[in-house]
DNA sequence: TTGACAATAGACCGATCGGTCTGTATTGTC
DNA sequence: GACAATACAGACCGATCGGTCTATTGTCAA
């Protein structure tokens, strides 16, 4: 069989992102893992060396996928309007079949840890989205680009951390709410 | 010694609260608990039946202490200012010592199955919430008062999850926010 | 053909998990 | 003084946890 076609380390990564993701970093055993993934448990070991980092190297794809995914998104729209249609990219992400909140707070309030190296990745993907919140403001010429952006990073937070409570329906409230604080 | 005085039942949930809060439910195990509360583990099963059960009574306590401490809190304060001045109370809250974000988005996110006990009881207080920024924003005479609650909400849910990653500064956004949604 | 390499299966380790059970000490009530 | 009730301490259960280790297989290059 030609392993590197198939993967192993990909697939470690594959079932890690839809367990861990799906039910929670604390939830899920490396057994599961391993079933999930069809491998062995040597070979998680090999490529990782421990849970937390395959934790960490599950998180840092998949900051890595949104980043070109929300790119992608945006590359057609004027810089202007970059901030307002983020948030359709938001609606349309809390309305995906398997969204289940933002991986970036699951592992912040699972890993109470502040050295865990998951918590480094996710604080980096935060401040890369306080960098494009503000980029994005300041090109669509509000008033306060500063404190503009930081209301945009409470809108994201709430769509998330709300549409996994109550369903999708609060990404559409913070893209309403968005609306009307970058015409204002 | 008088055991209605000291209350195991009581220093259960004390311990759980300081615990499960703190550190979250998966990550807590029954020991550690009983540890904290200097309890015997017969004591914890005669009065909860299953650590799941202990969970959603330390998660209705709680929710219950917070709903008594937002009404005491907004007793002075006339109906049509209480939607704001309710975002006084979430930045103390978030500013206080052992903040460490919402246990209601905890509950969901740790907990899974829709069927555990203590996400009936968080569904409870989200609706709880969700009642009363209609009934604030009816009082403040906004236009659209439907639209505005569900706003809060998306504020006070990235308030809060905001607060527990990057510090209380996001509740102060929140509130920021807030102020303006209110006026316009 | 051989040897290095990467992957497999799975036994095994000590620790901890949630939960049960036995036994004892203390309490207030009759 | 006897009783039931309540709490205590802690042994014990099977299952699972993260992690190590041995042994085996298949692939590719020299």
Redesign the pocket.
């Known amino acids: ?4 076609e198939s ?3 990909d ?1 470690l990564l594959d079932a890690a992102d839809r367990l861990f993701y799906q039910e929670g970093v ?1 939830a ?5 893992v391993l079933a999930e993934a ?6 998680l ?3 990782f ?4 980092q395959l934790v960490a190297s599950y998180l840092e794809r998949k900051t890595k996928d949104a980043r070109a995914s929300i790119e992608a998104y945006l590359a057609g729209t004027p810089p202007s309007q970059r901030a307002l249609t983020f948030f359709d990219w938001v609606v349309a992400w809390a309305e995906s079949k398997d969204f289940r909140g933002c991986p970036l707070q699951h592992t912040v309030s699972e890993l109470t840890d502040a050295a865990h190296p998951a918590r480094v990745i996710a604080h980096g993907q935060r401040e890369w989205f306080a960098e494009r919140f503000l980029e994005w403001t300041k090109a669509a010429g509000v008033k306060d680009a500063k404190a503009t952006a930081r209301a945009l990073m409470v809108l994201f937070d709430g769509a998330v951390a709300g549409s996994e409570v109550d369903g999708p329906q609060r990404a559409s409230d913070a893209r309403w709410m968005a609306k009307k604080l970058l015409a204002g």
Do not use: E, L, P
């Open positions: 069989m030609n392993t590197s993967g192993v380390r697939r604390r899920v055993g490396i057994d599961r069809d491998a062995a448990k040597a070979s070991y090999q490529h060396g421990s849970k937390d």
